[in-house]
């Protein structure tokens, strides 16, 4: 597969996603993919990356689903759209985007290393929640077909874990102007910001924090998820002073007579 694969480039098979379905209300493979080269190219600017890079890494991102190796182990695409990327010679950083942009695929999994990779792996995933959302499938109960709870879940983690001073409204407005040309898609950002926030909700009760303390910072729907560590660490320290209680309780009354 693997030597057979390689008589095409990665990019020449990229027409043929025009050919593929991504979603009956969504359109092609290849329509997600001009979606996905608008985001990440906007999110490697506000990174300070070369949105030219994001924009290649994007454009291949999927383009190894097409290939023999991948459609007979479907486990490896990423890895092998990696591969075949340095084999065409692309630049190292596009080749290493296309297959961490798959990253985190699982609780506790690796990161996306550079701002070209992080570009592209945040771009996927927000823009998938903004497509399904924005059709009307959002995750219920115990359904996520689409495995969004996964998505928004590395989308806070990169932003926190590799310190990314991007806020998230932002972030969810430009994945929402990637699908302006998809009719039928709805804006409906403060679901998913609100969706992204119980995802921090659950993230940071697993890490220890009580629940007052999680809902001290998320009351605020706090917009940089990378100083969200910091700032919970300021709020447990300031629960064990003395005087936390009066001035919780306090603080409690002052609400109670605004309301």
């Given at each position: 597969?693997?030597?057979?694969?390689?008589?095409?480039?990665?990019?020449?098979?990229?027409?043929?996603?025009?050919?593929?379905?991504?979603?009956?209300?969504?359109?092609?493979?290849?329509?997600?993919?001009?979606?996905?080269?608008?985001?990440?190219?906007?999110?490697?600017?506000?990174?300070?990356?070369?949105?030219?890079?994001?924009?290649?890494?994007?454009?291949?991102?999927?383009?190894?689903?097409?290939?023999?190796?991948?459609?007979?182990f479907p486990e490896l695409q990423g890895v092998?759209?990696?591969?075949?990327?340095?084999?065409?010679?692309?630049?190292?950083?596009?080749?290493?985007?296309?297959?961490?942009?798959?990253?985190?695929?699982?609780?506790?999994?690796?990161?996306?290393?550079?701002?070209?990779?992080?570009?592209?792996?945040?771009?996927?995933?927000?823009?998938?929640?903004?497509?399904?959302?924005?059709?009307?499938?959002?995750p219920t109960g115990e359904k996520d077909p689409?495995?969004?709870?996964?998505?928004?879940?590395?989308?806070?983690?990169?932003?926190?874990?590799?310190?990314?001073?991007?806020?998230?409204?932002p972030l969810i407005e430009i994945a929402f102007?990637?699908?302006?040309?998809?009719?039928?898609?709805?804006?409906?950002?403060?679901?998913?910001?609100?969706?992204?926030?119980?995802?921090?909700?659950?993230?940071?009760?697993?890490?220890?924090?009580?629940?007052?303390?999680?809902?001290?910072?998320?009351?605020?729907?706090?917009?940089?998820?990378?100083?969200?560590?910091?700032?919970?660490?300021?709020?447990?320290?300031?629960?064990?002073?003395?005087?936390?209680?009066?001035?919780?309780?306090?603080?409690?009354?002052?609400?109670?007579?605004?309301?």
């Open positions: 597969f693997f030597e057979q694969d390689r008589k095409k480039t990665l990019a020449s098979r990229v027409e043929k996603l025009r050919s593929v379905r991504y979603h009956n209300k969504l359109g092609t493979m290849a329509e997600r993919m001009d979606r996905l080269q608008f985001l990440s190219s906007r999110i490697a600017t506000m990174l300070g990356a070369d949105p030219a890079l994001a924009d290649r890494a994007a454009m291949l991102a999927k383009a190894d689903l097409l290939t023999d190796m991948v459609g007979e092998m759209g990696r591969y075949y990327a340095e084999h065409d010679g692309e630049p190292p950083t596009v080749a290493a985007a296309i297959e961490q942009h798959y990253w985190p695929r699982f609780a506790g999994d690796a990161l996306p290393a550079g701002a070209v990779a992080q570009s592209v792996a945040l771009g996927d995933k927000l823009l998938a929640m903004a497509e399904m959302f924005g059709i009307g499938n959002a689409f495995a969004l709870r996964r998505a928004g879940m590395g989308v806070l983690r990169i932003l926190m874990e590799k310190q990314l001073p991007l806020p998230l409204p102007d990637a699908t302006n040309t998809v009719p039928g898609v709805k804006r409906v950002s403060e679901d998913v910001q609100t969706f992204l926030l119980e995802r921090l909700r659950a993230y940071l009760r697993e890490q220890g924090y009580s629940a007052n303390q999680v809902d001290a910072l998320l009351s605020l729907r706090p917009s940089r998820i990378d100083l969200v560590p910091v700032q919970m660490e300021a709020i447990r320290t300031f629960a064990t002073l003395p005087e936390a209680e009066a001035l919780a309780a306090a603080n409690k009354r002052i609400g109670n007579i605004l309301r």
